[in-house]
């Protein structure tokens, strides 16, 4: 599967519509969509939750490499509590998916990290229900501090002062990611520059 994993790989479009509504889907490249990747066959549900978790992989690691362009870190640990929680979830939901298969390949279930005979892998997925359900409270009580922080309209705005910043209209589906973001390094720069003037 041909997907997007780096800032120079997406649009802010395709960006801002993953993050603000988590449609993961916008990372996979248009080439792939056009010759359709799943029309040949359907997905078996292992295969479609192992498809969203190269998906949200392909995201941890783009959001990681935003987080360093931008300089914003304000949301590190929520993210990570965030990614940490959802892999978590697909992985659960794969090894599931494997134990109800009436013949169960245990080398799946062991490439998932998941050790032993079949007793003590559903021994352990309990154990992981539990630890699963701690963390998913204290990323909703984070969840409800942040509501709102981000909003398109937030991007919006920051586009629109980077693009007066360029000297003209920057198109959401036209500019890629890391261009935009090395503009407002730039900005950001030339406005510290100046600010730092004034003072002397």
Not at 30 to 47: D, K, M, N, W
């Amino acid at each position: 599967m041909n997907i997007s994993y780096k800032c120079s790989e997406v649009t802010l479009d395709e960006f801002i519509d993953c993050m603000i509504n988590g449609n993961l889907y916008r990372l996979i490249k248009p080439a792939v969509i056009t010759h359709g990747f799943c029309q040949v066959r359907e997905l078996t549900p292992q295969e479609e939750a192992e498809f969203n978790l190269e998906l949200q992989q392909a995201w941890e690691q783009l959001y990681t490499e935003y987080s360093e362009l931008s300089g914003n870190k304000q949301h590190k640990y929520y993210f990570a509590l965030y990614k940490s929680v959802y892999a978590m979830k697909l992985k659960m939901h794969i090894a599931q998916l494997i134990l109800t298969d009436p013949q169960i390949n245990l080398d799946d279930l062991h490439a998932l990290g998941y050790k032993g005979d079949v007793k003590s892998i559903v021994a352990r997925l309990k154990f992981e229900t539990i630890e699963l359900q701690t963390k998913e409270k204290e990323l909703k009580r984070m969840t409800d501090k942040q509501t709102g922080t981000i909003k398109e309209s937030d991007f919006d705005e920051w586009i629109v002062s980077v693009g007066k910043y360029l000297g003209y209209q920057i198109k959401r589906k036209e500019m890629i990611l890391s261009e935009f973001l090395a503009a407002n390094k730039a900005m950001t720069r030339e406005i510290d520059a100046k600010n730092k003037a004034r003072k002397r």
